[in-house]
């Protein structure tokens, strides 16, 4: 359970990051995503979910 949380809190960590150090960054993302096809969208998705899990798995193996 304790290494959930720390994974949780870590993802907030980051994403507070982006909010605080570059909220004008943030806008241009949004409309870069905005204008992109949703599979296009789904695509980045599954990259980022594929690579998450490869991340886990490593982290999992002792590496």
């Not at 949004?30 to 990259?47: E, K, P, S, Y």
């Amino acid at each position: 359970m304790s290494t959930i949380l720390l994974g949780i809190g870590l993802v907030l960590v980051i994403e507070g990051l982006v909010f605080a150090l570059a909220p004008s960054r943030l806008d241009d993302l949004v409309a870069m995503m905005a204008a992109m096809t949703r599979d296009q969208r789904r695509l980045i998705g599954l990259v980022a979910l594929a690579l998450g899990v490869v991340l886990v798995w490593l982290s999992g193996a002792g590496f």
